[in-house]
């Protein structure tokens, strides 16, 4: 007798599963590649893994929760109207916590390496002495503002009933790993306050203090791509997988 599998409906709580194990991925794979694996690969290879792993989850995951994995996307898609208060609430906890234990795992799995130290740096991003170009307060948060607006932007767009359809991951993936690019050098790039906030917590001193830059800069631009975005792309109706999975 032949099984034949059928996909299962998904609910609001797969949503909220998906963005929990969807955010500890990419701190343990893509901040793991920048603490394990950053003085092989450089800062070109950190960024292509940011994005690769982003564009994974996009395919893995967007059909379930829409592949946020960030609070800024999130808010942005919040104040598009794509996704309820509730939603965003949920979300905003499945990513913080997937986040601080993706970098529990890895924070395990750097303690095994003879000789790497996990105090300070271990991914994390930082500005001043602990920017690579020395970039001030300001330029740290001016840049996390920027970049974090553009690939909010880009994921509003290409969810965007306007969108080509199926190319998605694929254009979302390389804005965050061209992000990368730029930022990496900078701040560590951030665009991300789950990911910055996660390592930061095991990392420590300056990297915990100087941590609420990288929590509020993104936000900031996340909400700034959602009001800029009515404006190259027509309005949507405000409804969503995820909140018809709410409801149900």
Do not use: C
């Not at 913080?96 to 790497?116: E, H, M, R, S």
């Not at 979302?172 to 061209?178: E, H, K, P, R």
């Amino acid at each position: 007798m032949k099984t034949t599998w059928r996909p299962v409906e998904s609910t609001a709580t797969r949503a909220v599963v998906a963005e929990f194990l969807g955010t500890l991925i990419l701190i343990f794979v893509a901040v793991g590649t920048a603490v394990l694996a950053g003085e092989f690969i450089g800062t070109f290879g950190i960024a292509l893994t940011f994005g690769f792993t982003l564009l994974v989850l996009a395919y893995a995951i967007g059909p379930i929760s829409g592949s946020h994995v960030n609070p800024a996307i999130t808010l942005g898609m919040l104040l598009a109207k794509r996704i309820s208060p509730r939603t965003a609430l949920e979300y905003w906890v499945a990513q913080i916590l997937g986040a601080i234990v993706g970098a529990a795992l890895l924070y395990l799995l750097a303690k095994q390496v003879p000789g790497l130290r996990t105090d300070g740096a271990f991914g994390t991003n930082g500005f001043a002495d602990r920017s690579a170009v020395h970039l001030g307060l300001g330029g740290a948060f001016l840049t996390e503002i920027v970049l974090t607006f553009f690939v909010v932007w880009v994921v509003l767009a290409m969810t965007h009933k306007v969108a080509v359809t199926g190319f998605d991951g694929l254009a979302i993936g390389l804005s965050f790993a061209a992000v990368h690019l730029v930022g990496i050098p900078l701040t560590g790039m951030s665009v991300n306050p789950a990911r910055s906030l996660g390592p930061a917590l095991f990392a420590g001193g300056q990297a915990l203090s100087q941590v609420w830059v990288f929590l509020v800069a993104p936000m900031v631009g996340g909400a700034v791509a959602a009001l800029v975005h009515p404006l190259t792309h027509p309005p949507m109706e405000p409804t969503t997988v995820a909140d018809e999975q709410a409801a149900a």
